[in-house]
């Protein structure tokens, strides 16, 4: 029996020099930082079964990761917002149609600290608040104590869906304190009594207390899974993954996981809302 051809030296050595892994199914994700604890437990999930699959996540936030996309660095854009229209736009001007899939969807949660004596906030006050027109948590029934508010970056996906979905547009205020990640927005609240800012339903900790939120002014709701499925809590977003339209081959074996019913049971493991 006539063995197969060894690789070629000068095809094996290209291959080193680009760094890639022949025979290898590889996928670069990049963006919200909101969707990065589900999407990494997604990938470890889809690479037990997937051995030969080479996964890559990081975060940055949704618009990071939609310029990703438009500068081919990424496969895959993970959005907590749609795509904006100059985004489409650069697209296609280089020739390229994004592809939107949702994937999960998310309730977005206010936090305080865990000794704010403050349960309850309509959607007018938290715009109040955000805006800068509320300084003190006196003014919406707690003790007198400088609000101190904290927010994402504006490359976050979250940062734009919370100034739409609650300040109904308006701008935040300039002495807004504003940092690169979720994360941080927890640790930070955490650790100053009279903080206030908003995060990802799978973000929530002990070490914060979610706002019950109102929109209106009747029925406070809390941010919880139950809430966001049946509705009544009033701030739910989708979550979305881009991709350019021809590149199903590289990008689909991942987003149909996460799309399959084992996919959806890790996305309400996490604490997200399963699309179906």
Known sequence: MKKSSPMSKPLFLLILLLGVTPWVSAQKLKGSDTLLPLVQKESENYLKENKDANV???GGGSGVGISALIDGTADIAMSSRKIKFDEKVKLQEAGRSPVEVIVAYDALAVVVHPANSVTDLTREQLEGIFTGKIRNWKEVGGEDLKIVAYSRETSSGTYEFFKSDILKNKNYMPS???LPATGAIIQSVSQTKGAIGYVGLAYLNKNVKAIHISYDKKN?????????RNKTYPVVRPLFFYYIKGTE?????FTDYILSVEGQATVKTIGYIPVK
Do not use: C, G, H, Q
Request: no cysteine.
């Open 56 to 58: 890559t996540i990081t």
């Open 220 to 228: 406070y709701v809390e941010p919880s899974f139950e809430n966001a």
């Open 176 to 178: 807004i304190l504003s």
């Open 249 to 253: 081959k590289t990008v689909k074996p």
